[in-house]
């Protein structure tokens, strides 16, 4: 095998979406990172030209390349988050292409909820609108490290420093009202392919580096884990066989830190503890355990342990185990939210049910302001809620950990998920 | 904190053992849709992994056009033997027998969109809940909108434009009675990605997918194998050239292409240096700008 194709196989992955207001440009954003990196294959270029060119379109309608659903390319608009992949040399990426309509917010956070990066697009004609705010404000709820702005469509304002500025400086205010930290911004023409894999020679004012060379540099945070051992227990393996009759393993992905063969840990909410005895996948041993690795694990005793319980150090802080939370929610439904109504609460592994015992306050996306005295929640509302649980909850803080610091809310009536929900404590 | 480097093949890994853990953990009875494919055997690589040491929690499933491969038969047995797997085989040429769809004719026809129905029925025959497949975002667009648990409607029926937010990794499988689930744990896997992992973990695979001599025939810049369930144009000549399978499907809509590899090392340098995605040689796709969308509406895999 060539050196070449062998370097692709130790890359590292970074994931990443796009979002922003209708017609900002994400699509095309998109189209022009696979276009200029040369990852789109000549079928796919092909059917993206005669389906332009059917469509009237002068240039080749980059868009088309992720707007997949006929009804997306009926309308010219994103309904669903759409991934894609590339590789450069250095990285590898899965891109979410997230639609901008506010009534397809839900999915927006689908492809959101993900991410190690968020870049919000904003059109450089329109500056800092509603869904820049909305956008920005989720993506720094679902804790995403960092935020890319990128102020597009550069080209139809003259490549100016100054209207540049002026959206950097509305930005900012903005993101300082809401405590949004570390953001940062990248004049583009997703169109004409300024600034985003190859540096423009229409803005040699900015200094800083073409997106894609940043995406490809930025250090990769901690991939949605925290600082200690969680493993959410998902499955309980006992082989039906002579030859592995005293088997039993508990499987799971772990959610941070890191286990060894030998380590004391305790199991959440029983409180029983044990020893490591065995950390293995496919009968393979592993020496450590940690993040985001799915893994086997078999204990010294033989204590009760089942799905939806979580395996945590006894020398490491402690997660919380709670049955009254404080939640930040957004809220996806048409049948709004009510003080009282009960919901099934799931966790990645653990499930109970949840009534609401408040609405604590609301995020006004327009005035920024927080508003309390709310009789209900309405669809895409952003808002803190508390929640009582019929059995005790094991959580970290979602600031702590985004995979045992989340959970989602289920309608009981209709299975359909209403909410995605960051506990805070 | 620890930040421990983790290659992409990893990281890929652990999301598709974690899918089919959440698969076996929230359905009551779960199927590996297998087609003799390499995503599908990926797949239940995976789940062999996932569950070790115990035996596949999961049956599979092979809807058989008829019209296969016999490289394809013969792999799929002896892989359900060494797993010591439950095979069960739906067949299209019952379906059609039944008067349950009626066969398409001409120089085109293809079985494919028949399977759709066979797959349905045998779903509802044995009563699965939850059908997992190897479909891969980045094979098709419409294919990249779905979700890794994708919720069917009573009818088998993808509403793309209201599907369930996926928040995270937490997967909501809940559903009501005569409902069920497509679940796709190699979503995020790329066709290069399959063939490092099958290099990496050393998969042995069907013989098809690697140069063989063969008789085909060129139709529409494509070429088909020549084998009596696809009738040929009066102008198609038989040639025998060194060909393989980029993806394996039903013969009828199969591409194959000129190749000269013979390792797993000469399938990746191919792949690196292509300029053609693999399901440009799909027959099946070229249908209409949304054919594979229309399919998926159905109920397709």
Known sequence: ????????????????????????????????????????????????????????????????????????????????????????????????DTPGHIQYTRNMV??????????????????????????????????????????????????????????????????????????????????????????????????????????????????????????????????????FADFRGYAGRVAGGTLQTGDRVRVLPSGLESTVARISLYGNEMLQAHAPLSVTIELADDIDISRGDTLVRSDEPQPLVERDIRVDICWFNERPLLPRSKYIVRQPTAETMGMVSAINHRRNINTLEQETDVAELRMNDIAEIGLRTASPLVFDRYADNRTTGSLILIDPDTNETVAAGMIQL | MNNHKITHLKELEAESIYVLREAAAQFERPVILFSGGKDSIVVTHLAHKAFYPARLPFPLLHIDTGHNFQETLDYRDALVERLGAQLIVGSVQESIDKGRVKEETGYYASRNKLQTVTLLDTIEQHHFDAAIGGARRDEEKARAKERFFSHRDEFGQWNPKNQRPELWSIYNGKKAMGEHFRVFPISNWTEMDVWQYIYLEQIPMPSLYFTHQRE??????????????????????????????????????????????????????????????????????????????????????
């Open chain 1, 110 to 243: 689908t492809g959101a909820s993900t991410s190690d990066l968020s870049i919000i697009l904003v059109d450089a004609r329109h500056g800092v609108l509603e869904q820049t705010v909305r956008h920005s404000y989720i993506s720094w709820l679902l804790g995403i490290p960092t935020i890319v702005v990128a102020i597009n469509k550069m080209d139809l304002v003259d490549y100016s420093e100054q209207v540049y500025n002026g959206i950097v400086a509305a930005y900012r205010q903005m993101s300082e009202t809401l405590h949004i930290p570390n953001v940062e911004f990248i004049p583009i023409s997703a169109k004409k392919g300024d600034n985003v894999v190859n540096a423009s020679e229409h803005m040699p004012w900015y200094k800083g580096q073409p997106l894609l060379s940043f995406l490809e540099t930025v250090p990769l945070g901690n991939k949605l884990g925290g600082a200690h051992f969680r493993l959410p227990v998902q499955y309980v393996i006992r082989p039906i066989s002579d030859q």
């Open chain 1, 1 to 96: 095998m060539l050196d070449s194709t062998r370097g692709y196989l130790d890359m590292e992955l970074l994931r990443f979406s796009t979002a922003g207001s209708v017609d900002d440009g994400k699509s095309t954003l998109i189209g022009r990172l696979l276009y200029d990196s040369k990852s789109i294959f000549e079928d796919q270029l092909e059917a993206v030209e005669a389906a332009s060119r059917s469509r009237g379109n002068e240039d080749v309608n980059l868009a088309l390349l992720t707007d997949g659903l006929r009804a997306e390319r009926e309308q010219g608009i994103t309904i669903d988050v759409a991934y894609r992949y590339f590789a450069t040399p250095r990285r590898k990426f899965i891109i979410a």
């Open chain 2, 216 to 301: 085909v025939f060129e139709r529409d810049g494509q070429w088909l194998a020549a084998e009596p369930c696809i009738p040929r144009k009066p102008t198609e000549q038989v040639v025998s050239k060194q060909v393989r399978c980029r993806t394996i499907g039903d013969i009828t809509c199969t591409g194959l292409t000129l190749s000269t590899a013979h390792s797993l090392e000469d399938i990746i340098e191919e792949i690196a240096a292509s300029r053609v995605t693999e399901r440009g040689s799909r027959a099946d796709d070229k249908r209409s700008e949304t054919a594979m969308e229309d399919r998926k509406k159905a109920g397709y895999f």
